[in-house]
């Protein structure tokens, strides 16, 4: 989806696989809570320790999570696709942002007040059963991102980053993806605890055994049926 124009909040919702399958009217009344916001490459969408209001997801763009050290540096968390829900720990009281979150590109990015949120989950079982599942979902993705680093080789892990990268449809679909890559090499490298120069050479073997091609620039495709077989 383009950056250009602004997405309903309706059709927003849509993108979000948690979201696509709940009744027409209970979507509806998300989207009178939802606020679909633009933000431009590398703003910050909310920092960590702010006070936890908002529940988010990515229309589209790429969105990373990231800690500071206590000597300033940034550690990468999680890149995050179109789709994929974050900030998810608004219900818990007084909750604060455990990471910060910027948008890697130019990003439209779904924000649901939680206060609003709980109200319409409250009366609605479906909703409450549906954050639940992506709750689970996303706390299981993150135990997967765990063992990705404490037991993939460097291959894999960056395979297993790659495909973060795009909507879980269209890795399924096995098709090739074109993407605008959001990081650098030292961020990627960062992402799965290897040295910047390993991820070089990591990149030029996916693209002599065709799991990515480079198109120039940071623009790639991606070939998710040979990535597949790093973190199988």
Known sequence: MSCASRPSAFSALGLVPAFEQLPEE?????AEITHVRRYHRNALIYV???PAELFCFVTSGTVRLFKTTADGQEQT???LAQGTLF???????DARYPASAEAKEDSWVGCIPNAALAGIA???????WTLL???SSRLSGKMQHMLDLGTRDAAGKLAAGLLRLVPAPQRTAGLPIPIDMPVSHQELARLIGASRETVTRLLKNFRMEGAVEVLGGRR???HPDVLERHVQ
């Open 48 to 50: 960590e320790g702010e």
């Open 26 to 30: 209970t979507r509806q009344q998300l």
């Open 220 to 222: 790639m495709v991606l």
């Open 133 to 135: 599942v992506a709750y």
């Open 122 to 128: 409250q009366r609605d079982a479906y909703l409450s």
């Open 87 to 93: 900030a998810t720990t608004g219900f818990v009281p």
């Open 77 to 79: 968390l999680h890149l």
